[in-house]
């Protein structure tokens, strides 16, 4: 049909002008645009910090644009800036700022790290960096300098770095501190900035119990955007269940107040680092890595999604660049530079329209047939059956519950014949009807070994059906075996042997109510298909993490395929139908559907 192959040979001349080689730099005229819903994608760059070339500022911010990254988030440390109460200092931070901002590059700047003079720590250098809670009309003083200083060219500050974690907020994590220097440095930047977009300080997603406490200390109107950090490494982004990282602040947000939610660091060592002593992967893996991660993020729901890091740090291999001869070095371009470059490039301008894949869902446990349950030594609630609310046929099963203390509450649900689940699955699901209280719903299941093993199916969320899933083909960590501690991997035949409710924090006390439907397994080959819509072309970005065959329809005789690396090839159409062997290394499709 010559309408299809016209197609196609305009789609391969438009790619091929950009694509010659498999790593070309942007033309000017190529610029990315900077709406958030067409560019998701941005950078932790720290070139005010990390960046030892003050006349040189350019040598980086350039590699930055040519990533297509229109976005990057740069701090502004205190210390370095106001090293003594009487000096100020900007140079740094104006050279990183005036270099990216020529590239047209949006910047979210980050204000921390306070001089040892402006904290109570006694034991703090006077002029050196300090990670103790800081003065706090000090801290908006600062922040106010800071303000108005950059104002003009910058609409978003984020207010310190992962005020929840022990390493940048000294002696403590201190929710309450934290929520009166947010107030307060939100104020002190809209005083000269009335259109600011304020950041809360990129938290942990996985536990809300900080978060409630800054909104319980009267801070939920202080920021505009909820920023997390939800790493996983050295987990994959599928095992690590990454589509539903924002679930439990996306429930809180549900009750005090949606706002947008990004992901301000994200990201995979290319070798051993923070979150991987033993380094899992390699660059390669990193790389794809990158591509799957933000692209569930964004599946997810997140507006914003910044990788960390632009430049590997010593023992901390996260870049898109490598250490090489240190800081100043900028010469080697990693696998993720160009993995970053070709996703940036591929879905810029598209429309999410669905995320597939070749699962086998097949119904493990309906209610129907309710069984019998007995509750567990926690006297916290009552599973029974209901026909009042319902995913599927007549029955469902109703949990009431009631958790009355401000420690760790939960209950359990013991099957009294565990249910057998057909086959090897990759995951387990559960359709919930929720009550937005955050609690977290975990699943029992019993091996072929006799082991005990807990998987966390997802996090409660508004009322309405929802489907949570979890992936159990990982190996489960020590604290969530429950009996016959073994290798901590499902061995199949398995079954599931109860249910549990788990208080979303510690901080939480109450009741409420849930109901559960249609326990189902996903089975079957482990393949994704992530498609987009962009003008009049179809791209579906494909992988397999463990191997995989698979077909896509298509109403072309051929179409384009860009690796991650941005090289080019084509693939010829059979019966309608393109097929390819998928890897872990995800490659975009670009077609007519």
Do not use: C
Request: charged fraction near 15%; aromatic fraction near 10%.
């Amino acid at each position: 049909m010559p309408h299809r192959r016209a197609n196609l040979l305009l789609i391969i001349a438009m790619l091929l002008a950009w694509a010659a080689t498999p790593h070309p730099a942007p033309a000017a005229s190529e610029r990315l645009p900077t709406q958030l819903s067409d560019a998701p994608f941005g950078l932790n760059t720290h070139l005010a910090t990390r960046y030892t070339e003050l006349e040189h500022m350019d040598v980086p911010a350039s590699l930055v644009a040519q990533t297509g990254a229109s976005w990057v988030r740069e701090d502004i440390q205190w210390w370095r800036v106001q090293p003594t109460p009487d000096t100020w200092d900007w140079s740094y931070t104006d050279a990183a700022f005036r270099a990216l901002l020529q590239h047209n590059i949006n910047i979210v700047a980050v204000l921390g790290h306070p001089p040892g003079w402006a904290t109570p720590d006694a034991t703090d250098s006077a002029t050196d960096v300090s990670f103790a809670a800081p003065d706090i009309e000090r801290f908006a003083v600062f922040a106010n300098a800071a303000a108005q200083r950059y104002g003009h060219y910058i609409h978003h500050w984020e207010i310190w770095n992962e005020p929840d974690n022990p390493l940048f907020w000294k002696p403590a994590p201190d929710a309450n501190a934290y929520a009166a220097l947010l107030k307060r440095a939100s104020i002190a930047i809209h005083g000269v900035a009335p259109d600011a977009q304020v950041l809360l300080g990129g938290i942990n997603p996985f536990n809300i119990a900080f978060l409630r406490q800054v909104a319980q200390a009267g801070a939920w109107g202080s920021f505009d955007i909820l920023a997390i950090h939800p790493y996983i490494d050295p987990a994959t982004p599928e095992e690590g269940n990454l589509l539903a990282a924002a679930d439990g602040v996306r429930a809180l947000a549900a009750q005090l107040g949606p706002k947008p939610i990004w992901v301000t660091e994200v990201g995979w060592a290319s070798g051993p680092g923070d979150h991987d002593a033993v380094g899992m992967l390699d660059e390669q893996g990193q790389a794809q890595m990158l591509v799957r991660g933000l692209l569930l993020l964004w599946r997810a729901g997140i507006e914003r999604i910044f990788w960390y890091t632009l430049k590997d740090d010593q023992n901390n291999p996260y870049g898109l660049i490598a250490l090489g001869n240190g800081r100043a070095d900028y010469s080697r371009l990693k696998p993720a530079y160009y993995a970053f470059q070709t996703l940036v490039r591929q879905t810029n301008g598209a429309e999410f329209m669905a995320l597939n894949d070749l699962f086998t869902r097949t119904t493990v446990l309906d209610f129907e047939t309710f069984g019998a349950w007995r509750r567990g030594d926690q006297p916290n609630g009552m599973l029974t059956p209901t026909s009042t609310q319902t995913h599927s046929g007549r029955t469902g099963a109703r949990l009431d519950y009631t958790f009355p203390s401000r420690g760790n509450d939960y209950v359990v649900f013991l099957r009294d014949r565990p249910a057998f689940i057909p086959g090897a699955p990759y995951a387990l699901g559960v359709w919930v009807y929720g009550d937005g209280s955050g609690h977290q719903l975990k699943l029992w299941l019993q091996d072929a070994t006799g082991e005990l093993l807990q998987f966390t199916l997802g996090t409660i969320g508004p009322p309405g059906w929802r489907l949570l899933e979890a992936p159990i083909s990982g190996i489960v960590p020590v604290w969530n075996r429950i009996r016959n501690a073994g290798d901590g991997k499902v061995q199949f035949p398995a079954r599931i042997a109860a249910l549990v409710l788990d208080d979303g924090d510690d901080q939480y006390s109450g009741s409420g109510s849930i109901v559960l439907d249609d326990i189902i397994a996903l089975s079957g080959p482990e393949a994704y298909d992530f498609q987009l819509r962009q003008n009049n072309t179809t791209i579906d970005i494909l992988w397999a993490p463990q191997g995989q065959r698979a077909a896509i329809r298509t109403q072309a005789e051929q179409a384009a395929v860009i690796a991650i690396d941005g090289s080019l090839s084509t693939a010829s159409a059979t019966d309608g139908k393109l097929t390819f062997s998928l890897g872990p290394s995800p490659i975009y499709v670009r077609h007519s559907y």
